[in-house]
C-alpha cells in the first residue's frame, strides 16, 4: 500500500539539533525531507543567568515557554540555581512538557493547547496576586503571557537562557533542487524561521516561497506567512504529530 506522503519532498526548516523528530514523522508517512535550518539556537553564557537564577528560589511559580527553554533553561538550573520543591512548573504546550519531564520534572502543568493563550485560561494561573512569578524564555521572547500575568497582581521576572539567530547557511543547493521541481512542501514553527528563510534565500527564492504550500502549527504563524504573500498556507494541529497530519490532509485532497 502507498504510503500518504510517497513522492513529496518537504523542506524542514527547524534548528538542526531539533529536526530529527519531524524528519523521521514524515518519512514515516513515505515523503522525503530537504533539512535547511532557518534558525539557529545558541545558549545564554550562565555567567549572565545569575540573577535569573537566584530568584527561581523563592518563586512560587516557574513558566517554561518552549522546549528550547526546557533544553537551556534546566541545563543552566542544575549548573548553578535550584527549583524548590514548592514551586508550581508550568509549560506553554504539551511539547514542552515533555522536554521537561524529559528532564526529570515530573509534576509539570501544561494545556492541551500550544500558546500562551491557552496557559492563560488554566484554573490554576487564574488567582496569581502577590505571587511570584520566572518566565524561562529566549531573549525578546512575547509579552503577552507576563503581561496578563501582571495585570492578575504576580510578580513576574525573566530568566532568558537562549538567543534565536539566523544561521550563516548557502542556500544556492537548496534553490537548485527546488527550481527543478524537488520541494512539495514547506514547514515553518515561527514567523521569525520564516523572515530567516526568506532572507537566505534571496530574490531567487521569493516565487518559490510564495509558489509552494506552506504548513505552520499555530494559526499566528499561519497569519505571518499570508502577510508575507503566500500563496497557500496551511494552519496545522501543534507539534510534529499536527504537521505530519496537515501535510497528509493536503496532499490526500490536493494530489
Not at 542556500?171 to 524561521?193: F, K, Y
Request: glycine share 10%; aromatic share 4%; net charge negative.
Amino acid at each position: 500500500m502507498t504510503q500518504p506522503l510517497t513522492g513529496r519532498t518537504v523542506l524542514v526548516t527547524r534548528p538542526l539539533q531539533q529536526a530529527a523528530g519531524l524528519t523521521q514523522a514524515i518519512r514515516s508517512a513515505g515523503g522525503a525531507t530537504f533539512e535547511f535550518p532557518a534558525l539557529d539556537i545558541e545558549a545564554v553564557p550562565e555567567d549572565e543567568l545569575s540573577v535569573p537564577l537566584a530568584q527561581l528560589a523563592d518563586a512560587d511559580i516557574v513558566i517554561f515557554i518552549s522546549p528550547n527553554a526546557a533544553q537551556f533553561g534546566m541545563a543552566a538550573i542544575r549548573a548553578r540555581g535550584r527549583l524548590s520543591s514548592s514551586t508550581g512548573i508550568f509549560a506553554v504546550g504539551p511539547g514542552t512538557a515533555r522536554a521537561l519531564q524529559a528532564q526529570g520534572l515530573s509534576q509539570v502543568i501544561a494545556p492541551r493547547g500550544q500558546d500562551s493563550e491557552a496557559l492563560l485560561a488554566l484554573p490554576q494561573l487564574e488567582d496569581v496576586a502577590g505571587r511570584r512569578v520566572v518566565i524561562v524564555r529566549g531573549v525578546g521572547g512575547r509579552a503577552l503571557l507576563a503581561d496578563a500575568l501582571r495585570e492578575r497582581g504576580a510578580d513576574v521576572r525573566f530568566m532568558e537562557c537562549y538567543r534565536r539567530m539566523r544561521p550563516q547557511a548557502d542556500a544556492s543547493p537548496l534553490l537548485t533542487h527546488w527550481q527543478g521541481g524537488g520541494i512539495d512542501a514547506v514547514t515553518i514553527t515561527s514567523a521569525e524561521a520564516l523572515h530567516n528563510l526568506s532572507v537566505l534565500l534571496g530574490e531567487a527564492g521569493t516565487p518559490l516561497l510564495a509558489a509552494t504550500p506552506l504548513f505552520a502549527p499555530h494559526e499566528k504563524i499561519a497569519e505571518a506567512a499570508r502577510r508575507f504573500g503566500i500563496a497557500h498556507v496551511i494552519a496545522t494541529p501543534g507539534g510534529d504529530a499536527g504537521l505530519v497530519e496537515g501535510l497528509i490532509d493536503w496532499f490526500r485532497n490536493n494530489p
